[in-house]
């Protein structure tokens, strides 16, 4: 054997059977695991997918490319896991949890490095040669049925042909010898890093177990998570209405974009009781990181709004509690509208709705989306463009639609001081 393969089983099989004899899979061997520790790999696992899977998604190096495909994706597995009747849903092992998000955060730092990202899939994808008896264990630290479980053995019987598949596209891989050391020893820290985890999971501490908004999206970081979980229904409730206000999102932005919803709804949640000031100023850093990916602060005040509505719903003698938030909320109103007034937005989407749903089955709420992005353009430019070139992206839309986009925008251009001429 030789190529990118043996120089990756050659630099981890050290690390790789030192990962194997940790208490954990010794527990885990002897059915002496306990659920909430099986559980919380699950959900370290979710967490480093994730990240990986949209890295090399994303990734402009041609022989990641080459080597990746959506038929790799492991993420929906595990998340379907997450949700069996047998797994806790929100808490977790607190440090295995941050082992994970260690992990996730060196997977980042080398996406830079294109193809050190095969090194961290080379491991996972090589984790599924057991996932057949991997399945049986874990059903029964779990208490549910190996049928029930998705992740592990996901491949079935196809397990070793798509692996000597997988195998193959990695040797045909072209690297300098830089560039295969570098996957070699992303494929160490892999194992490092998942053997932080392992060793985080068991023994573990019942005073260190903790909700974590990973438990909401595997993509979400460090964010702040209300410790209650009546307070993280009302925010993912909040963040459903929210995001079904607007069709734009989950056609663009998918389940990925579902999930992110949901631990913005959370983090938002967390901020209600603090000062208007400080509410400000963080919802402020939020409006910049929404707008600039495409998201104007219209989408950020419905949420809001919808919070709102449901924290009041829910918990009436919390009315006070909300002013400072329901005041920034409408600061936020208030500088949109400064740009292009509701009644504006009201004419021209009586103007183009009926065409473009004619034309596309839906109007996307893109005259509504657009103004947005006018007064957000102000504070943070390229917010516009950010949204308005893949409303107007002929590869996903027709030649009329976009024309009308197109319309629409000079349209906003003589009513708006947002848009830069």
Known sequence: MSGLRARLQEATSRIHARVEAAPFFVALHDGTLPPLAAASYLQSLSIVHAVLEHALATSSDSRVSHVWNAGLAK???????LKLPGVEPLR???????????????IVLNSAAGPALLGYLYVLEGSQNGGLMLKQLFAVALGVTAQDLSYFG????????????????????????????????????A?????????????????????????????AGRHTLPADPSEIGIALRAGVRARERFPYLERRFGERGRRFTASDSCWLLTLIPLEYATIARNIAWLRTVLASRGIPSLILENHMRELVAEVEAATPGRLAETQSFRRVVDDLSASRQAQVADATVASLAAQFGTRLIALGGTDLGAVALLASAHADEIDVPGSYAAIESWLAD???????????IREISGALSGVSAGLPA
């Open 394 to 404: 002929p590869a996903s839309f027709g030649a009329p639609w976009c024309a009308a």
């Open 92 to 106: 977790a092992i607190a440090p295995g949890i941050r082992a994970a998000l260690a992990l996730a955060d060196r």
């Open 75 to 81: 993420l929906p597995y595990l998340l379907d896991d």
């Open 154 to 189: 996901c491949d079935g019987r196809d397990t070793h042909r798509r692996w000597t598949q997988f195998t193959g596209s990695l040797d045909a891989v072209t690297l300098s010898a830089d560039e295969e050391r570098m996957v070699a020893e992303a494929g160490v820290a």
């Open 191 to 219: 194992f490092e890093g998942l053997e932080a985890i392992v060793l985080a999971l068991f023994p573990f501490d019942e005073g260190r177990v903790a909700v974590h908004v990973t438990a909401v999206n595997p993509e």
